[in-house]
C-alpha cells in the first residue's frame, strides 16, 4: 500500500508554484508555472504542468510529466512530453527532462529547487533553474 511509503500518507496530492530563469540559445527569460502530481505507488508519481516564459521567449509550455523517486521520496527525476506553443509561431513537440528535492516545511508546504532540460526539435533545447513552494493535500 502507497500509505507505508510517503512521508504524510494523507497528501497523494502535491501542487507546486515555481519561478525561475531559462537560458535558451544565448536568450534569457524569466518562468513561471505550476506543476501537480499524483502519486500512485512506492516510487511513481503522474501529473501535470503549464510553464511560461516572459521577455525574450515569449512561449508556454503544456506537458503531461512522469515522475519517479527512486530511494528518497523528497528527490524526483521527471519526464514530461508537451507542447511548446510559441508566439508567432506553430506548436512544437517538446521533452522536459529534470530533477528537484523537496524540502519539507511542516505538515504540508515544502521549497523545490528545480532544474530542468527542455529538448525541442528545432534545436532551441532549453536549461532551467527555479525554486517552487509546493504543497501536499
Wanted: proline residues 4%.
Amino acid at each position: 500500500e502507497l500509505k507505508w511509503y510517503l512521508r504524510h500518507p494523507e497528501h497523494l496530492h502535491h501542487i507546486n508554484i515555481g519561478i525561475g530563469v531559462d537560458s535558451q540559445n544565448r536568450r534569457e527569460a524569466f518562468r513561471f508555472g505550476i506543476d501537480y502530481e499524483l502519486h500512485f505507488d512506492e516510487h511513481w508519481g503522474v501529473g501535470a504542468l503549464v510553464d511560461v516564459a516572459t521577455g525574450s521567449l515569449d512561449e508556454t509550455l503544456v506537458a503531461l510529466q512522469g515522475i519517479y523517486h527512486p530511494f528518497d521520496p523528497n528527490l524526483a527525476v521527471v519526464a514530461a512530453p508537451g507542447v511548446l506553443f510559441r508566439s508567432g509561431e506553430s506548436e512544437v513537440f517538446a521533452l522536459r527532462l529534470g530533477v528537484f528535492y523537496e524540502f519539507e516545511i511542516g505538515n504540508q508546504f515544502s521549497i523545490t529547487p528545480v532544474c530542468y532540460y527542455d529538448v525541442v526539435p528545432d534545436g532551441d533545447d532549453a536549461t532551467i533553474l527555479a525554486v517552487g513552494l509546493g504543497y501536499g493535500f
